[in-house]
C-alpha cells in the first residue's frame, strides 16, 4: 500500500516561501511521476505540479517562475519550494503519484496573509 506523508505547511506573509515534503513508501518511485495538487477556499482542487520519473517538470501557470517540484529517488521524497507566495496559493496542498487520484489525505495546509 502507498503511503504519503506531507509536511512542511503552515501560515506566512504574502512574499514569503514555504517548502513541502512528501515522504512516500510502499511505491517504486523511481519508476512514477509525483505531483502536488491543491484546493484553495471555494474551489476545486487543481494539479499544481509534476515531475516525471525523468524529472521533467510542469507547472500551472499561476505559479510558474514561483514553484519548483523536486524529487529524491533515494529518500523517496517529493519536495514543493513555493516562494513569493500570495493569497491565490493559499489552501490545502496533496502530495499524489498519480495524476487521477482516487483517494486523497488530509493533505497539508497553506495560510498566506497579506
Known amino acids: 500500500q502507498v503511503h504519503l506523508v506531507e509536511s512542511g505547511g503552515g501560515s506566512v506573509q504574502a512574499g514569503g516561501s514555504l517548502r513541502l515534503s512528501c515522504r512516500v513508501s510502499?511505491?517504486?518511485?523511481?519508476?512514477?511521476?509525483m505531483y502536488w495538487f491543491r484546493r484553495a477556499p471555494g474551489k476545486q482542487r487543481e494539479l499544481v505540479a509534476s515531475i516525471s520519473s525523468g524529472g521533467v517538470t510542469e507547472y500551472v501557470d499561476s505559479v510558474k517562475g514561483r514553484f519548483t517540484i523536486s524529487r529524491d529517488n533515494v529518500r523517496t521524497m517529493v519536495f514543493l519550494q513555493m516562494n513569493n507566495l500570495n493569497s491565490e496559493d493559499r489552501g490545502v496542498y496533496y502530495c499524489q503519484y498519480r495524476r487521477a487520484p482516487s483517494r486523497w489525505g488530509r493533505g497539508n495546509q497553506v495560510t498566506v496573509s497579506s
Open positions: 510502499g511505491l517504486n518511485m523511481r519508476l512514477s511521476a
